[in-house]
T-cell receptor
Framework: DTEVTQTPKHLVMGMTNKKSLKCEQH?????MYWYKQKAKKPPELMFV???????INESVPSRFSPECPNSSLLNLHLHALQPEDSALYLC?????????FGPGTRLTVT | EDQVTQSPEALRLQEGESSSLNCSYT??????LFWYRQDPGKGPEFLFT???AGEEKEKERLKATLTKKESFLHITAPKPEDSATYLC???????????????FGSGTQLTVLP
């Protein structure tokens, strides 16, 4: 089973809202990732967690706040986003070299 | 600067018309090259990993090959359901713990017409 789940599938939020994206995997993977993908572009890495510790933050604005409560869960807390943050947000996990992606959350900021 | 370049950007094929997609890379310390398929609005689906020049992997109508400077994804007798964006990615040095950092190419959008 190589399933990564993400909720919600779609999210519309105003610029003053606070919301969270959730990601879950039960493959025993110890690395988890957040990516942002704009239309017709490849995924861009945002954050990497390794053994539940943040190991890479690709200079992401502080309005995005990741959290890894345990080895199966990854959250992305959103606050005071801008319209240009509208994108597909992808979660992935890995144990070996291959990363397995979830279906994504389509975020629209109005 | 490390780079991954995919060509063509878009490719339209008739059903049954075989072709190849290209991924060229200018990186040092390659630790793996990956092919993913992505359908519109969905997450990338893992297809293949290649590690060393001369390596080949196959899955149904797809075959991936690797040389020292590029990888090819060969599609034999494609069907309309093969229509998707195909992404190539490389991983360089080993990152921290079990994590790996991927560098993606910009993708090839494949359309297979019935």
């Amino acid at each position: 089973d190589t399933e990564v789940t993400q909720t919600p599938k779609h999210l519309v939020m105003g610029m003053t809202n606070k919301k969270s994206l959730k990601c879950e995997q039960h493959m025993g993977h110890r690395a988890m990732y957040w990516y942002k993908q704009k239309a017709k572009k490849p995924p861009e890495l945002m954050f990497v967690y390794s053994y539940e510790k943040l190991s890479i933050n690709e200079s992401v604005p502080s309005r995005f706040s990741p959290e890894c409560p345990n080895s199966s869960l990854l959250n992305l807390h959103l606050h005071a986003l801008q319209p240009e943050d509208s994108a597909l947000y992808l979660c992935a996990s890995s144990q070996g070299p291959e990363q397995y992606f979830g279906p994504g959350t389509r975020l629209t900021v109005t | 600067e490390d780079q991954v370049t995919q060509s063509p950007e878009a490719l339209r094929l008739q059903e049954g018309e075989s072709s190849s997609l290209n991924c060229s890379y200018t990186v040092s310390g390659l630790r793996g090259l990956f092919w993913y398929r992505q359908d519109p609005g969905k997450g990338p689906e893992f297809l293949f990993t290649l590690y060393s020049a001369g390596e080949e992997k196959e899955k149904e109508r797809l075959k991936a090959t690797l040389t020292k400077k590029e990888s090819f994804l060969h599609i034999t007798a494609p069907k309309p359901e093969d229509s998707a964006t195909y992404l190539c990615a490389v991983t360089l040095s080993i990152s921290s713990g079990s994590a790996r950092q991927l560098t993606f190419g910009s993708g090839t959008q494949l359309t297979v017409l019935p």
